[in-house]
T-cell receptor, first 116, second 117 residues
Framework: AQKVTQAQTEISVVEKEDVTLDCVYETRDTTYYLFWYKQPPSGELVFLIRRNSFDEQNEISGRYSWNFQKSTSSFNFTITASQVVDSAVYFCALSAYMDSNYQLIWGAGTKLIIKP | GAGVSQSPSNKVTEKGKDVELRCDPISGHTALYWYRQSLGQGLEFLIYFQGNSAPDKSGLPSDRFSAERTGGSVSTLTIQRTQQEDSAVYLC???????????????FGPGTRLTVT
């Protein structure tokens, strides 16, 4: 079965703390894609990153970093020195083959609250 | 360049009425997706269009829901005989996939908040 689990429903930290959002996925495919999206209070989902299953290199973009580990089927997202503007709901998603077709499976989202 | 736009931003309608929600994708994007997001919930896939192919309607919750895409650009999602459980934010996204439609990032519009009273 294809599945994405974001076990953390809500995380609250104080500004400048580092925070990691967990994403664990299940798939039988060898070729798949993983995504992270941010949904700020305004509601518009914003694409953050796309990673294919053959590229396990970690990625850093400013204060954001992603740790992809196939051995644990995880694609975790870390925000360093968090800021109030990082407050949002973050979704992890998996594109994989299911029922004779590719589908995009979304996690339930993690609500991140950054307190000033 | 312009992003995905949706109209109206808010729609309040009475139960039993029909509504039309519009999505204008990013110019040149061949794939267009509709999702529904209930309050505090994740995304529920409704339908997608890719180029001239027949749309994938597998996510539409009932036959009261339909969508069309004219000229490979603007799309309209129609909900007939609205029910209170249709209340949600309806999100549209577009992408420019060079391969599978689900393998590339999507760009989302601001959504239409539908309230059925």
């Amino acid at each position: 079965a294809q599945k994405v689990t974001q076990a953390q429903t809500e995380i609250s930290v104080v500004e400048k703390e580092d925070v990691t959002l967990d994403c664990v996925y299940e798939t039988r495919d060898t070729t798949y894609y993983l995504f992270w999206y941010k949904q700020p209070p305004s509601g518009e989902l914003v694409f953050l990153i796309r990673r294919n299953s053959f590229d396990e290199q970690n990625e850093i973009s400013g204060r954001y970093s992603w740790n992809f580990q196939k051995s644990t089927s995880s694609f975790n997202f870390t925000i360093t020195a968090s800021q109030v503007v990082d407050s949002a709901v973050y979704f992890c998603a998996l594109s994989a083959y299911m029922d004779s077709n590719y589908q995009l499976i979304w996690g339930a989202g993690t609500k991140l609250i950054i307190k000033p | 360049g312009a992003g995905v736009s949706q109209s109206p931003s808010n729609k309040v309608t009475e139960k039993g009425k029909d509504v039309e929600l519009r999505c204008d994708p990013i110019s040149g994007h061949t794939a267009l997706y509709w999702y529904r997001q209930s309050l505090g919930q994740g995304l529920e896939f409704l339908i997608y269009f890719q180029g001239n192919s027949a749309p994938d309607k597998s996510g539409l919750p009932s036959d009261r829901f339909s969508a069309e895409r004219t000229g490979g650009s603007v799309s309209t999602l129609t909900i007939q005989r609205t029910q209170q459980e249709d209340s949600a934010v309806y999100l549209c996204a577009s992408s420019s996939p060079s391969g599978g439609v689900w393998s590339y990032e999507q760009y989302f519009g601001p959504g239409t908040r539908l309230t059925v009273t």
